[in-house]
């Protein structure tokens, strides 16, 4: 009996990926690119899987986050990281390519597949059967609207703002208090204190700090953010203006010492764990030297470990955590899978592994198999689970980092030390997951 296609819809990382995936597990596949009849905001060729903000596919070493899901893929046979490799230029411990030779032979080599067909042309609306969406930040306007039809959110492409993400190991517990505002129910919220000097010192600070300047595209969406500014924008309109915002010391004492702060900075728990702490109303467009440099000015974080720093761009990206299962299946369609920025993953690497498990999982819908989940202790596996278990009220796109990653059952000090223990236990596992799926 003849196959019938799985569609990939999108020509970038993920979609390279998975398009590779199914076609290499038997089944045919139809990948729909819209470049080059027409460009997003953002690319300039219509080559698949073309880096439009770097080069870089961040840290090798295996003892970092990215690093660690390079050697997973290897590991899993990813496609993109295969070629990376091949095409990789001289950029210190980064896997760096020669972005316009990568492209091109993915390019060229999915071209050449007998089971992949490509089509260059927009779809507007999602198709039936089996499908992979993976159409990235700027998803066309007509196929967003589609998409949001199907799950009913209120709106998928809006500008973006969202605030840093810090390792919870790295605050400071000697200065920060927990509590909740006036004591209302599970003291949920970390608070970092300051006194009037700190404060004045910390609100100056972020008036002169230095701006990312916004590209074209971005800088016409800026508007909708009325209701969402920028921290450094706030400090701006007055001295008091945080005071009154997200820096109000109203309702929250410190239980040690009985005394209200003159401005409080909320770290609201990110994960199951507790240990990923976002920065409350800090949404921000300060370069990212900048935003260390003020943001470790604040008391409690003076060692804070960022494993996101603030970002401020047009995003289309979905509420994962209310729509996905960690196969990167939708709950309400299981047919229909989705990989890459759209699913709130952060960055080429995290791209091109939810392109591998939306590919294999589309395969084995096709093949009648059970669908997959990583072990949770793996890279993959961890990022996977975060963005279908987070917090859907307050969800935001997540890179690879440690913090996601199940505890290692002790405590270790060293950095180094940690994050190579989260290594073998995570390659070690993973390496158990392939021989299992070979049987």
């Known amino acids: 009996m003849e196959k019938q296609p799985i569609h990939v819809i999108g020509g970038g990382l993920a979609g390279t990926e998975a398009a590779w995936q199914i076609a290499s597990a038997g089944i045919p596949v139809i990948l729909y690119e819209m470049r080059p009849n027409r460009y997003s905001g953002a690319h ?33 046979g990813s496609i993109v990281i295969s070629k990376a490799d091949e095409h990789a230029v001289p950029a210190g411990g980064a896997l760096a390519v020669d972005r316009g030779q990568f492209s091109q032979d993915l390019t ?51 500008f973006d703002a969202a605030s840093p993400i810090i390792v919870g190991e790295s605050i400071n517990r000697d200065v920060a208090f927990l509590a909740s505002r006036y004591d209302k129910g599970e003291a949920a919220y970390l608070n970092c204190p300051m006194n009037k000097e700190q404060y004045l010192r910390f609100q100056q600070e972020l008036c002169v700090a230095e701006q990312v300047e916004l590209k074209d595209f971005d800088r016409e969406n800026a508007k909708f953010f009325e209701a969402c500014l920028p921290i450094e924008e706030l400090a701006r309109r007055g001295e008091d203006t945080m005071r009154y915002g997200p820096l109000k010391p109203v309702g929250l004492s410190d239980s040690r010492t009985g005394e209200r702060s003159y401005a409080v900075i909320q770290l609201r728990q990110e994960d199951k764990a ?48 209310q729509l996905m299962q960690s196969t990167l299946q939708f709950k309400q369609r299981p047919t229909l899978l989705s990989a890459g920025q759209l699913i709130g993953t952060e960055g080429y690497t995290a791209a091109s592994a939810g392109g591998w498990l939306a590919g294999t999982n589309a395969s084995r819908l096709a093949l009648g198999k059970e669908t997959l989940t990583l072990p949770t202790t793996t890279m993959m596996g961890a990022l996977f689970e975060f963005i279908s278990s987070a917090s859907p009220k307050h969800f935001q796109p997540m890179p690879p980092n440690f913090g996601i990653l199940p505890d290692l059952g002790e405590k270790i000090k060293s950095k180094p030390e940690r994050y190579g223990r989260y290594r073998d236990r995570s390659l070690a596992d993973i390496k158990t997951f392939v021989a299992e799926l070979s049987i």
Not at 52 to 60: I, K, L, Q, T, W
Not at 280 to 308: C, D, H, Y
């Open 44 to 76: 300039h060729t219509e080559h698949f899987a073309e880096l439009v903000c770097s080069n870089s596919f961040g840290a090798m070493a295996s003892d970092r986050a990215t690093g660690l899901l390079h050697e997973e893929l290897r590991q899993l």
């Open 108 to 158: 060229e080599t999915l071209a050449q597949h007998p089971l992949i067909e490509i089509r260059r042309e927009e779809l507007r609306a999602i198709p039936e059967g089996i499908v992979v969406l993976a159409t990235g930040p700027l998803t066309s306007p007509d196929l967003a609207a589609d998409l949001q039809r199907l799950t009913g959110m209120e709106y998928l492409s809006f």
């Open 274 to 321: 507790g240990q990923l702490w976002n920065m409350v109303g800090f949404q921000t467009n300060l370069r990212w030297g900048e935003q260390k440099r003020v943001f470790q000015m604040i008391p409690s974080l003076e060692n804070a470990e960022f494993v996101r720093l603030g970002v401020m761009h047009r995003n289309t990206f979905l509420n994962a955590p």
